[in-house]
């Protein structure tokens, strides 16, 4: 063997063997200078390291020599890298500073006008759980929020009325896609529901003002709803309620699943057990076929499908003041369709992207005495935007969409038709500043054109938070929002241009240990409301003449953790709303928002017999509404509104839910306004009908029943 | 030139050898630390070097799976601000999850932290949380049918849920009960070298115990 093989034969074996150790300490300290302990320190590439101590003092020794790189971690903290030069001995490396790394975890979020619903979420207010279980929702996504603070409760309508503004200002959204008719079509005084089921989502997100510039054609608030991601198993779930019933099934596997659902409902043999108040010729029914699909997809993303199709109809006879007998008979039909498919994805370089379309078609044909009306509605909506993280402290958001509409009124048997068409084109973006993890300044531009008005728009918004303390924070939030006037507004006059509200709102948020509290005051203003001559069944000369405001203080607080098993929340939201819009000449107090509005929702878990007890009650100081009898314009407010209910949820085994509700227990005779003869009686009166509750109260029965026979079911039958 | 060649060989052998007994020694140390945590200052004393050797082993999961272990235990043991604990060994697994790793062993403790997010506050997550936190149980037990942490972890939760519903726990029991036939089956192939993920066995054995 030559003597330079053996030479390198050493050398290959030096690598392993330790031959000098050197000493590297120093001390961790945090971006305010205050020692830090619990930093992981090491030589990078070995095992060599140590954790820092409860001053922040570390003191290790490593056997590498030579120019080292000495790393720090720490979880909430930016990794450190510096060099070092291992020559045995000690190497003191004084105060090193970790800087604090901003994560969705320790972010303070902006709270001014959001609510949400979420399991993922911290600072949420409601679970999605919670509004399947409020007595007085009826299962409906809509009636849960009216429980949250920032809404009116209008019991003839069934629709969102957010802070002084109508049904019409809240804009509806799944997936970031707009939802045409998300509520299903009404008539006379029947109150609705939303279309969706809550089941279909896994979060939502509800805006009562200053919301992102995401979103448009919302004068008011935007309701947010997010689908559920991938569900885990295969199953089959089983409703049977009082007034119909339905099946779902889920077929999943490891990347895609999807579910099937199909619905009836038929409140015939109901309304022949229970007496109404309404004078029904043909109950309201219905059926609907929905089907959602969800697909993973590499690096987190996800694909999401989702078509539901329904009809349904009812048929009734409506007083008429000062005329004897059953009054007009109105027949409602409606068909619905909803489509939308929407992806997204992270890419390389921190760029998130996502992409979607939807498309909304409803059919109203109405017939009303013997007049035939058919409504045809239909909306699309295409969206792209990307979101950048520059770092963890900046992120931007860049937004495309475009929505075509097409709106027709027909008489079917005059052969009469008017219609309209628009194509709206939208850009916006939106930017994040983390000054730190406690404060954030979100600043965002959202522009739009109409080619049917010819108009060109933008709306700055702008919004910040600061965190307090642990539990609390504020925020603030200002914007402007623009509104498209409703169809039936557009149909008549194609050059009516955008209505515009100014929102400015103040937020403080607490949550601690299952107690949450939340005051928000706010102010909106409003300029180019549409206003018309006439009635509602008679508009003419549309114009934007309109203006108002609207502004007041709500107060919500919850409490999950004082009394046990007992969750409770508390809502107080005061409006103070004038406006002048449609037929009114002067700005009045809208029908639709009640000064004081309050809300009490209280849920109780029995453990000894496996079930939930509901309680809910809502109450406001009554509607205005105009007596012809009396001078002016919303001269009279109608008694206060009040509504009771509650509800018994029993699982008597983890997949049997039994649920047993009734709303208005006491069987209050609320009244939502009033109608009036359009002429006076020989006395000289204007003679008035009540519009009030369809009936006394509603009682609801349903049995839920989730069969499931994956593997995870087989797995525990077999053990 | 035979001769330099064998050399060669023998040399990078040894060498390779040295790093890998470098690694099985240094786990070893921090498993038996491990066993031996009575603090969260010591929980994460080993927890950090569990993430050193992580980072100079990128393609080994099992040292990121042990610091994701110390912390779920850590936050289920201490007085400290366990959603953060669970959050943080969220955030390991997922690391191992984002670089395609995947085993019973990976998915049992993604389940064991859901479990342990439940029990933060069971009032209003348990309705929403406990299913997904089976699937993912029966998933783990789906990749190792011979898993007994897998089949323990999901004997604990089923027991929670029977209680819950004021049902008897007879089926939770007969899975402790696999769980620990498992264990013993386990036992066999465990010796001073042994670095795979071991534990669970006493309190199962307990949980067992408890049953009669």
């Known amino acids: 063997m030559s003597t330079r093989l053996i030479l390198f034969f050493f050398l290959l074996m030096s690598q392993h063997v330790a031959l000098t150790q050197t000493t590297i ?150 997936d970031g896609l707009f939802v045409g008719n998300a509520y299903g079509s009404r008539v006379a005084n029947v109150p609705t529901r939303t279309r969706f089921n809550p089941n279909l989502f896994k979060g939502t997100f509800f805006s009562t003002g200053g919301y992102s510039a995401e979103f448009g054609q919302a004068l008011s608030s935007a309701l947010a709803l997010s689908t559920k991601d991938l569900s885990v198993r295969n199953q089959g779930d089983l409703s049977i309620m009082s007034v119909g019933g339905g099946y779902s099934h889920t077929f999943s596997s490891e990347k895609q699943s999807i579910t099937a659902s199909a619905n009836y409902f038929d409140l015939g043999p109901y309304q022949s057990l229970i007496n109404q108040n309404f004078d029904f010729e043909s109950p309201a029914n219905g059926w609907d076929f929905e089907v959602a699909s969800q697909k993973k997809l590499s690096k987190g993303g996800h694909l999401k499908a989702l078509f539901r199709t329904e009809g349904g109809g009812m048929e009734l006879w409506q007083p008429v003041p000062g005329v004897e007998g059953r009054g007009v008979r109105i027949k409602l039909n409606n068909d619905y369709t909803y489509g939308q498919a929407n992806w997204s994805n992270f890419l390389s370089n921190d760029w998130t992207m996502f992409g979607g379309v939807s498309y909304s078609r409803n059919v109203d044909n109405i017939l009303y005495d013997s007049l035939k009306i058919k409504n045809t509605g239909e909306t699309l909506h295409a969206k792209t935007y990307g979101i950048k993280d520059f770092s963890d402290r900046i992120s931007m958001k860049l937004g495309l969409e475009f929505f075509r509409q097409n709106y027709s009124e027909a008489l079917p048997n005059e052969n009469l038709q008017r219609n309209f068409k628009d194509n709206r084109i939208f850009a916006y973006t939106e930017w994040d500043w983390y000054l730190s993890s406690k404060l954030v300044f979100r600043t965002g531009l959202r522009a739009g054109s109409s080619d049917l008005s010819s108009q060109l728009w933008a709306d700055p918004r702008v919004s910040f938070a600061f965190q307090i303390s642990d539990a609390s924070k504020v925020s603030l939030a200002a914007g402007t929002f623009n509104q498209m006037p409703v169809e039936n507004f557009r149909v008549l006059n194609p050059n009516l241009a955008n209505s515009e509200a100014k929102h400015l709102i103040a937020n403080y948020f607490f949550q601690k240990e299952g107690r949450t509290f939340r005051a928000e005051a706010f102010y909106k203003g409003y300029n180019n409301l549409v206003t018309f001559d006439g009635n509602q069944m008679d508009m003419s000369n549309l114009q934007n003449e309109g203006e108002g405001y609207a502004q007041g203080l709500d107060i919500f607080f919850r409490d999950q953790s004082t009394i046990r098993n007992t969750d409770y929340w508390v809502t107080y939201s005061f409006v103070d709303s004038k406006r002048q819009f449609d037929q009114f000449e002067t700005q009045v107090q809208p029908s639709f928002a009640p000064r004081h509005n309050f809300s009490l929702v209280i849920k109780h878990f029995i453990t000894n017999l496996n079930s939930q007890i509901g309680f809910s009650f809502t109450a406001n100081d009554g509607y205005t509404y105009t007596d012809p009898n009396l001078n002016g314009e919303m001269n009279s407010k109608t008694k206060s509104f009040q509504n009771l209910s509650l509800s018994w949820s029993y699982l008597p085994k983890p997949n049997l839910i039994i649920h047993l509700a009734c709303t208005n227990v006491l069987g209050r005779e609320n009244v939502f306004g009033y109608s009036f003869s359009q002429t006076p009686n020989e006395d000289g009166v204007y003679v008035s009908l009540p519009s009030g509750q369809v009936a006394p109260r509603f009682l609801f029965l349903g049995v839920f029943l989730t069969l499931s026979k994956d593997k995870t079911a087989n797995q525990l039958n077999n053990l | 030139m035979k001769n330099l060649t064998l050399i060669l060989v023998l040399a990078f052998m040894s060498s390779l050898t040295a790093l890998a007994s470098e690694y099985e020694e240094a786990m070893k140390a921090q498993i038996q630390k491990m066993n031996n945590i009575s603090s969260d200052a010591e929980a994460q004393d080993v927890k950090n070097g569990f993430l050193r050797i992580a980072q100079a082993n990128m393609s080994e999961w099992l040292p990121m799976y042990y610091a994701a272990l110390v912390q779920t235990e850590a936050g289920l043991r201490f007085d400290v601000d366990k959603d953060a604990y669970f959050e943080e060994a969220q955030s390991y697994l997922k690391i191992l999850q984002d670089a395609g790793a995947s085993n019973s062993e990976i998915t049992a403790l993604e389940g064991y932290i859901m479990m342990g997010m439940v029990s933060v506050d069971p009032g209003s997550r348990g309705q929403s949380m406990s299913g997904p936190t089976m699937e993912t149980f029966g998933k783990a037990i789906g990749q190792d049918r011979s898993n007994p942490r897998a089949v323990y972890l999901m004997a604990q939760m089923e027991r929670g849920i029977a209680q819950f519903f004021g049902q008897g726990t007879e089926k939770a029991c007969g899975m402790f009960k696999m769980s620990l036939d498992l264990f013993e089956k386990e036992k066999e192939k465990i010796d001073e070298n042994y670095l795979l993920p071991s534990w669970g066995y006493e309190q199962a054995k307990q949980m067992y115990e408890s049953c009669n």
Do not use: W
């Not at chain 1, 095992?47 to 922040?56: H, L, M």
């Open chain 1, 25 to 174: 300490s120093g001390i961790i300290l945090d971006h305010k200078g205050k020692e830090l302990p619990g930093a992981n320190i090491m030589i990078k590439g070995s095992y060599d390291g140590t954790t820092a101590d409860i001053s922040g003092k570390f003191s290790f020794e490593t056997s590498k020599e030579g120019f080292q790189i000495l790393l720090i971690k720490m979880m909430g903290f930016k990794a450190v890298e510096t060099v070092i030069e291992c020559t045995g001995g000690e190497i003191e490396v004084g105060n090193l500073t970790l800087k604090e790394e901003i994560t969705d975890m320790n972010a303070v979020t902006i709270s001014a006008g959001a609510l949400e619903a979420s399991d993922e979420n911290k600072a949420v207010v409601l679970r999605p759980l919670d509004i399947v279980t409020t007595p007085s929702a009826m299962g409906d996504i809509t009636g849960a929020l009216q429980t949250l603070p920032g809404t009116s409760t209008v019991g003839n309508d069934g629709r969102l009325f957010v802070r002084g503004g109508d049904a019409s200002e809240v804009g509806i959204y799944i």
